[in-house]
């Protein structure tokens, strides 16, 4: 039996300032300051500029619009599907609601499918057991930063198609918590028609709290996001979406970090793993071969079988006896989301995504967490275990 372990500190579940600032992001911010100190001084977005184009070299694709938050990102990239309302589109039970959000904000239909028990990724087959006629886009996100197999889905969007006899619908990518993940085709960002990643304060990286940014290969899209985020350039309809000189200065700096802090992240995930996986009880999270998984957050999920209300008892229990906070990220959204429950209470029922909802937690990860705390989490979660039975 372990010694209940006292700490220092209280654990958030999921921190904010996932990637944290340091002396480079304070440098960047004051240059901006600096640049502005003459009354003639011509604000004329080349911080933004040089962000979308390090961002797009970055992952390999010819074009990235910068925009002030994921969501935003989201409800531009399936406007830009074009579909009528009414229209469909695919997308995971298991998923942050913004995500479905976006899909009803513009008229559209968000059909739910079960994720996959073991990734917590949309199922390719879902994909095509749920396609109709009426399909416009497939929406995939890729949870706590394992990526989806954006390939098979690809494959299965395309035969479903074909039997169908429409055109095949486009895939938008949420990215906001898989930044530098990588599917086996290559880097996130690299597949489907439009990837959308987050710079909020808890994501992998961050623009001063909030930011997202849209990558495509598709140069008329984003002309065409450019317009959405300012205005319309004076053609079309848009509005004001842009981020700041400030946010893309420091997202320059972050972008060059990402990458360390994420090996981080990755370093801790490994070892939490091999000390969790001693103890039965749980499903510790699984990195496929040839997938890159980021840990934006360390996903555990009870075992099946696992008695009733267990996940919840061991949430309390980390909370009040060792200060360690845990997050649901996530159960299917219409369980959390009012507007998401009335637009899709005629769908269902979804076993697989109610049962995770009911077993899964994320104790915190983050990358500037010392060898010990993450040792110390690791042990108030095996006294845990023990102590409520699980195993
Ligand atoms: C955080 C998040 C978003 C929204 O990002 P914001 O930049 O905060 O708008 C969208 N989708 C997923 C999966 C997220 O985790």
């Known amino acids: 039996m372990h010694q209940p372990v ?38 004329d977005r080349h911080y933004q500029e040089a962000f979308e184009a390090e961002f797009a070299a970055r992952v390999g694709m010819p074009h990235a619009v910068s925009v002030n938050s994921a969501g935003v990102g989201l409800d531009l990239a ?38 996959d028990p073991l990734t917590l990724n949309l199922d390719p087959a879902e994909v095509a057991r749920r396609m109709t006629r009426r399909t416009r886009g497939v929406l995939v996100t890729h949870m706590n930063g394992l990526p989806a197999d954006v390939g098979a889905i690809g494959t299965a969007v395309e035969e479903a198609a074909r039997r169908l006899h429409i055109a095949v619908p486009p895939v938008i990518v949420d990215a906001a918590r898989a930044q530098g993940a990588a599917t086996p085709e290559g880097p996130v960002g690299r597949q489907g028609w439009v990837t959308v990643f987050s710079f909020h304060r808890k994501k992998l990286m961050t623009t001063l709290g909030e930011g997202g940014m849209l990558v495509t290969a598709c140069g008329e899209t984003a002309a065409r996001l450019r317009r959405l985020r300012s205005f319309g350039a004076g053609r079309s309809w848009g509005s004001s979406y842009r981020m700041t000189e400030f946010q893309a200065a420091v997202g320059s700096v972050q972008l060059r970090r990402v990458d360390g802090l994420n090996d981080n992240r990755i370093r801790l995930a490994r070892r939490r793993t091999r000390r969790l996986s001693a103890v039965g009880g749980w499903q510790t999270p699984p990195e496929p071969a040839g997938f890159r998984h980021v840990y934006y957050l360390y996903t555990l999920v009870l075992a099946e079988g696992s008695p009733v209300g267990a996940r919840d008892r061991l949430m309390r229990r980390l909370q009040q006896r060792h200060r360690v906070g845990t997050v649901i990220a996530n159960p299917p959204t219409y369980r959390r989301h009012r507007l998401i429950a009335r637009e899709t209470a005629d769908q269902g029922p979804f076993p697989i995504a109610e049962e995770l909802g009911r077993r899964l937690l994320c104790p915190p990860l983050h990358p500037l967490m010392s060898d010990v705390e993450n040792v110390r989490i690791a042990d108030a979660l095996v006294e845990c275990a023990e102590a409520l039975g699980l195993g």
Request: charged share 20%; glycine share 10%; net charge negative.
């Open 78 to 115: 399936v406007t830009c599907l074009d579909a009528a309302p009414g229209d469909e589109v695919i997308t995971c039970a298991i998923n942050f609601p913004g995500t479905h959000l976006a899909v009803i904000g513009c008229g559209l239909r968000p059909v739910l499918c079960e994720p």
């Open 6 to 43: 006292q700490l220092e500190e209280h654990w958030p579940g999921e921190p904010d300032f996932g990637s944290t600032f340091g002396d480079e992001e304070i440098a960047a911010i004051l240059g901006v300051f600096r640049s502005t100190q003459t009354w003639a001084h011509r604000y």
